[in-house]
């Protein structure tokens, strides 16, 4: 009899603990991207693809349902990528629209499109103005633990479109294109209030 009842207080714990998070609600969020931003191409040089390196993200978010839910995120994003001793810095605003289902407890899987702003980009510190696009659109999708208030998410992002950016270097001899399209792991720890 004692088992079944300390069984029954630690199922009534963990459902506590869980179900602090499951609703509706928004706060704040960060965490850190281990990303590469594609290919880098030269006219005088192969193709070389990106040395993957870890930025940082910080944002807000509202979530809307709890089985079924609905979250919407606003981020800041700083991500970086190497290509032989230069990098291509990016800053960008992220705006993810993300519809998730609550498998079991605490944990849960989303998907849906992400929207980008890029805000800045430098390659080996110069600024360049030229990216076809400022707004490109990806995918993203992963899965969450979420505790009382706390939530830690974990999940992939890629770039739809080609979204190429072109200077020269070396007094106009190399033409250089660098696809700056997201792909990356993001991981993420939020905080309802």
Not at 10 to 15: D, N, R
Not at 55 to 66: E, Q, R
Request: proline share 3%; aromatic share 10%; net charge negative.
């Amino acid at each position: 009899m004692k088992k079944i009842i300390i069984m029954l207080c630690i199922v009534v714990g963990a459902l506590q603990l869980t179900s602090a998070q499951s609703g509706s609600g928004y706060g704040i969020k960060g965490g850190l991207n281990y990303s590469s931003n594609g290919s880098y191409i030269s006219s005088a040089e192969q193709i070389k693809h990106s040395d993957r390196n870890i930025g940082f993200h910080l944002g807000v978010f509202a979530k809307f349902g709890s089985k079924l839910y609905f979250k919407p995120e606003l981020m800041y994003t700083k991500t970086s990528s190497e290509y032989n001793n230069a990098n291509l810095d990016i800053q960008k605003i992220d705006l993810p629209a993300l519809v998730g289902f609550r498998l079991i407890g605490p944990l849960s899987v989303f998907a849906g499109p992400s929207f980008q702003y890029i805000i800045d980009s430098k390659f080996d510190d110069i600024d360049y103005d030229n990216i076809e696009e400022d707004i490109s659109m990806g995918l993203n999708f992963g899965f969450a633990l979420n505790i009382r208030s706390i939530g830690i998410d974990l999940r992939y992002e890629r770039g739809f479109n080609t979204n190429e950016t072109d200077f020269i270097s070396n007094n106009g001899l190399n033409i250089v294109k660098i696809d700056s399209r997201p792909d990356q792991l993001i991981l993420s720890l939020s905080l309802k209030i």
